[in-house]
């Protein structure tokens, strides 16, 4: 009697599909779901503090995690600081975006978001740009900060209280540094997912 072959092939495959779940695990999902899907909504993808820790952040997440598809939508279309390895497009496009999450930049993405269709927005407050916007008048800031379908995140605990002073308001608690896209997606994800938004 042979002895019967190894398939070393279904062996590696069913290797990867292990992997593939255990990654997909870390943002609350199943190889069974549907694919995720997250807008990120920049005022402008030129050289910035914000916007290269952002892309190279995204471009990370790209590289690593084949279940989550990422659309970058602009508010200005100028140069980018180095190239997406995911969608760019005007944010005109917000019109089109249903159902999924979008994360804003700026007090402008968030104004511009809250026009779309998106049932979730979350405002990655970088950084306390209200301060420096004197000329803005305080009922233009507070819809970016304070509508229903807004939830705040900041990446410094400081940024936390300084927000929920000035807008009186509760931010999310879990506080993420430097643009973290794979812990945003994560928080995004999983919030939704457990449903724990409200």
């Known amino acids: 009697m042979s002895r019967k072959k190894k398939n070393i092939k279904h062996k590696e495959a069913v290797n990867r599909k292990v992997n593939a779940a255990l990654e997909m695990a870390k943002f609350g999902l199943k190889l069974s779901d549907d694919q995720a899907v ?55 496009d917000l019109i089109r975006w249903y159902d999924y999450p979008l994360i804003t930049t700026t007090i402008g993405t968030t104004i511009e978001a809250l026009a779309s269709n998106a049932p979730f927005i979350y405002h990655y407050a970088f950084d306390p740009e209200f301060i420096d916007k004197p000329h803005m008048e305080s009922s233009d800031l507070i819809p970016a900060f304070c509508d229903p379908r807004v939830r705040v995140i900041v990446r410094h605990e400081s940024y936390k209280k300084l927000i929920e002073n000035e807008f009186n308001i509760q931010v999310c608690d879990t506080i993420i540094p430097d643009f973290d896209v794979e812990a945003l997606a994560k928080f995004v994800l999983t919030e939704m997912k457990d449903g724990h938004r409200g």
């Open 38 to 92: 997250i807008g990120f909504v920049f005022n402008h993808l030129a050289v910035s503090h914000l916007t290269y820790l952002g892309l190279n952040s995204i471009n990370q997440l790209c590289k690593k995690y084949a279940g989550i598809d990422i659309c970058i939508f602009t508010q200005h279309i100028i140069p980018s600081c180095f190239p997406s390895l995911c969608p760019v497009v005007e944010i005109s």
